[in-house]
Every structure is written in structure tokens, then in C-alpha cells.
């Protein structure tokens, strides 16, 4: 079963505002990915922040890490139809070299 | 960036033959590659982890001798979905990481596989 769950599953947006999308996981974790799938395409890495840290920027990418919580968020700001995809959180555990995908988050950005 | 490129992207088979998928590397070696499984609006199930050289590892609930995995190379692995029937249509992806820890994946474009 997959460890992550996100939020929303759905969000639908206009131009210019700002997207965020949260993703909870249970296990202990190394890190946490965010990824980006345009519909019928692979997916695309967009970030990763460690266990160790908090905040992390990336162009118009924020994404922020509380291990307490055991929860990420990532926003986007300033947002544009070219955004319009799925995203995904992923674990990567204490134990090895496999991922854990949450469900995702279908963004779509209004023109 | 690393590159994984997987073919075909798309296939329409008749039920009961053989598909083969393949991923590569293009750029790198990949001792390990993970082949998934996705749904219309879900998440990726991992189905399998193939490696190098060995026999591939699959996750509990998926049936071995349906879908075949060899990873004969470092930089080619290949998922054969055997006597297809419509129920195995479904999108498949690969992904091969740099290394274990704290690195990112790179994902293969995807496969839909469409068994009538």
C-alpha cells in the first residue's frame, strides 16, 4: 500500500496564484521527493529535501519537511497553465533504494 | 540530467500473446531499476525491483511468472508481460537511480499497454 497520502487530491487554480499541496507519510524517512507527471508521461524530479532539513527552495518551488509530523508541503508560486499536472510526494526509507508514492495531487491551472 | 528511455510507448496487443517492455540508461549504469504499475488517476505501484545480474525482487501481490523481468546489463532491463489479457492493460514505468541514498530517480516516458 502506498505510505504517502496527499492533499488535495484535486486543486484547481488561476493564473498567478499560488498552489499548495501537502503529503503525509508514517515510516521513518531519508528523504522526501516531490515529482511532477504531465498526463500519459513519466514522472520529472523536481525536489528533494533530507530528513535534516526543514525548507527548501527551488525557483518557484518551496517545500518544507516537519519529520514530527511526518509531513511535507510544496508550493508553488506564482503559478502558470504549464503547471497543469499531477504531482507526487515520495519517501525514500531507512532501508534501501525504493521509493514510496503518495496518491498525488491533479493540479490544473486556469489561463 | 541522467536519462532512462523506455520503448515502446505504446503498444495494442490481442490477448493471450507477449509483450515486452524495455528501459535503458542511456548515460549511466543502473545495477537497479524499479518497474511500476499505474492505474487512470492514481499513484505508481511499484511492481518490481530488477537487478543486475540477478533475479528481480517483486513486491507481494504480483505474479512473477506474468511479468518477467531480466536486467541482463547494466543499462537494460526488460519487463515482459506474458499471455496478456485486458485486465494487464495499464501504464508501466520504469525509473533507475544514481545511487541508493539521498538521490534522485529518473523516470523511462512511460508505456500504455492496451490488450484487446
Known amino acids: 500500500s502506498q505510505q504517502g497520502e496527499e492533499d ?3 486543486l484547481s487554480i488561476q ?15 531519508n528523504n522526501l521527493q516531490w515529482y511532477r507527471q504531465n498526463s500519459g508521461r513519466g514522472l520529472v524530479h523536481l525536489i528533494l529535501i533530507r530528513s535534516n532539513e526543514r525548507e527548501k527552495h527551488s525557483g518557484r518551488l518551496r517545500v518544507t519537511l516537519d519529520t514530527s509530523k511526518k509531513s511535507s508541503s510544496l508550493l508553488i508560486t506564482a ?3 504549464a503547471d497543469t499536472a499531477s504531482y507526487f510526494c515520495a519517501t525514500d526509507g531507512t532501508s534501501g533504494s525504493r521509493l514510496t508514492f503518495g496518491e498525488g495531487t491533479q493540479l490544473t491551472v486556469n489561463p | 540530467g541522467a536519462v532512462v528511455s523506455q520503448h515502446p510507448s505504446r503498444v495494442i496487443c490481442k490477448s493471450g500473446t507477449s509483450v515486452k517492455i524495455e528501459c535503458r540508461s542511456l548515460d549511466f549504469q543502473a545495477t537497479t531499476m524499479f518497474w511500476y504499475r499505474q492505474f487512470p488517476k492514481q499513484s505508481l505501484m511499484l511492481m518490481a525491483t530488477s537487478n543486475e545480474g540477478s533475479k528481480a525482487t517483486y513486491e507481494q501481490g504480483v505474479e512473477k511468472d506474468k511479468f518477467l523481468i531480466n536486467h541482463a546489463s547494466l543499462t537494460l532491463s526488460t519487463l515482459t508481460v506474458t499471455s496478456a489479457h485486458p485486465e494487464d492493460s495499464s501504464f508501466y514505468i520504469c525509473s533507475a537511480r544514481l545511487g541508493h ?8 516516458q512511460g508505456t500504455r499497454l492496451t490488450v484487446v
Open chain 1, 8 to 10: 488535495p487530491q484535486a
Open chain 1, 15 to 29: 493564473e498567478g496564484e499560488n498552489a499548495t499541496m501537502n503529503c503525509s507519510y508514517k515510516t521513518s524517512i
Open chain 1, 79 to 81: 503559478s502558470r497553465a
Open chain 2, 101 to 108: 541514498m539521498n538521490t534522485e530517480a529518473f523516470f523511462g
